[in-house]
């Protein structure tokens, strides 16, 4: 019989206030619904759903129109990561990103926030406030 024993390990948070990194590892250690996302807006820990399916044509369109104009060394995607902004208390991921490669050659479950050069965010009557005023 073999007994194994995890060893607790430190969790890896962005620099910041001891509010912030609170915050940052207590939203990296919840166990989120599927379809949900968590995130840090305006120094609060909020829960939203996905995108829904009728925005994909539109992020696609955003990332082929934008791939061409690209800075060196960025990509375009919209895959779900939380970018973190330890300054403004915040950390979330947007639904189209264009940020700078080198930010990605990381193990840490969130990316500098700096690293972004474009954000796009699909709004809809529910989401529009925070998406244009909560996120800024």
Same mark, same amino acid.
């Given at each position: 019989?073999?007994?194994?024993?995890?060893?607790?390990?430190?969790?890896?948070?962005?620099?910041?206030?001891?509010?912030?990194?609170?915050?940052?590892?207590?939203?990296?250690?919840?166990?989120?619904?599927?379809?949900?996302?968590?995130?840090?807006?305006?120094?609060?820990?909020?829960?939203?759903?996905?995108?829904?399916?009728?925005?994909?044509?539109?992020?696609?369109? +955003?990332? @082929?129109?934008? $791939?061409?104009?690209?800075?060196? &060394?960025?990509? *375009?995607?919209? %895959?779900?990561? +939380?970018? @973190?902004?330890? $300054?403004?208390?915040?950390?979330? &991921?947007?639904? *189209?990103?264009? %940020?700078?490669?080198?930010?990605?050659?990381?193990?840490?479950?969130?990316?500098? &926030?700096?690293?972004?050069?474009?954000?796009?965010?699909?709004?809809?009557?529910?989401?529009?406030?925070?998406?244009?005023?909560?996120?800024?």
């Amino acid at each position: 019989m073999t007994v194994m024993l995890e060893r607790p390990t430190a969790m890896d948070v962005p620099s910041g206030t001891a509010r912030f990194q609170k915050l940052c590892r207590t939203l990296l250690s919840m166990e989120v619904p599927d379809g949900y996302r968590a995130e840090i807006v305006g120094g609060n820990i909020v829960m939203s759903p996905w995108s829904k399916g009728y925005y994909l044509p539109v992020m696609q369109s +955003l990332r @082929a129109q934008s $791939g061409p104009h690209l800075p060196p &060394g960025h990509t *375009v995607d919209h %895959a779900p990561f +939380l970018f @973190a902004f330890p $300054g403004a208390e915040r950390a979330y &991921g947007p639904d *189209v990103f264009v %940020a700078d490669m080198a930010a990605f050659r990381t193990r840490k479950r969130y990316i500098d &926030g700096d690293a972004l050069s474009f954000v796009a965010e699909p709004t809809s009557d529910s989401t529009r406030e925070v998406d244009w005023n909560d996120r800024v």
